[in-house]
């Protein structure tokens, strides 16, 4: 049984994972972590909520029966304690210092949920971990937004999961519930990029591609071990 645990489920790049997972056989069941659930039902989805930056004390296994009052997912909690499943994790969890409305609010959710929910899954036998970072990002950076999430995947990197990949997009296209007015004007300046098809690692990149490429890696099992950075150019190519 395979299995993708998936947090950041109702942002840009969440959604397309959503749709992704959902479609793509290789996986039994999606479990979607986060604050609140999604207007949407499927047979291979499990919505849980809570807080998750204490994660850590949740019980999968209860949480998944309090939902299974059919007992649809028997085989999922059996297969879950026994440990017999490959568990796929994706974390596309993120915000801006402007909506989070303070740089310690900013690191609370971009870094210590982040963590939060790694260490978890791997507590419950989490074999790969896919994350969505970002260009530039790095832990000695003097810009506040890349140091961040540069320690955020040396906090990942720490963890030793059979396998890290952390994606590195830039400029994501897509569309988004929420206006960001510098993205929308750097949007517009470096469309013509894509268009032009130059400059592969800094030109915007669609949100299904990033997607599809997490998937791709996720699948390619015994391909990649350790850790492995993907940069824009690199998702792009996966998915052309």
């Given amino acids: 049984m395979r299995i993708a645990i998936l947090s950041g489920t109702s942002g840009l790049i969440g959604m397309q994972l959503l ?17 609140r659930e999604l207007a949407l039902k499927h047979a291979k989805l499990i919505q849980l909520k809570g ?17 299974d009052l059919g007992g649809e ?5 059996s297969k ?15 915000t801006t210092i402007g909506k989070a409305g ?4 900013f690191k609370s959710i971009d870094q210590d949920m982040v963590l939060a929910i790694a260490s978890w899954v791997k507590s419950i036998g989490g074999n790969q971990f896919c994350y969505v970072s970002a260009l530039g990002a790095d832990s000695n950076s003097g810009v506040f937004y890349n140091q961040v999430k ?40 470096m469309k013509p990029l894509v268009w032009l098809k130059v400059l592969k690692n800094i030109r915007p990149i669609y949100d299904y591609q990033v997607a599809k490429a997490m998937v791709q890696k996720a699948l390619d099992t015994g391909k990649a ?16």
């Fill in 80 to 94: 879950l304690e026994s440990g017999d499943c490959q568990i796929d994790s994706f974390c596309s969890l993120g």
């Fill in 19 to 35: 749709h992704q997972l959902l479609k793509n056989p290789s996986y039994d069941y999606i479990i979607s972590i986060g604050r």
């Fill in 102 to 105: 303070s740089k310690e609010k």
């Fill in 150 to 189: 540069g320690q955020a995947e040396d906090g990942l990197k720490d963890l030793n999961f059979d396998y890290l990949g952390i994606f590195r997009p830039s400029l994501l296209l897509g569309e988004r519930k929420e206006f960001r007015f510098g993205e929308q004007v750097a949007t517009v300046l």
């Fill in 73 to 77: 997912h028997q085989d999922l909690r």
């Fill in 225 to 240: 071990k350790g850790v492995e950075i993907i940069n824009s150019g690199q998702m792009q190519d996966l998915t052309t």
């Fill in 51 to 67: 807080d998750l930056l204490k994660v850590s004390d949740w019980n999968l296994g209860e949480m998944i029966v309090e939902k």
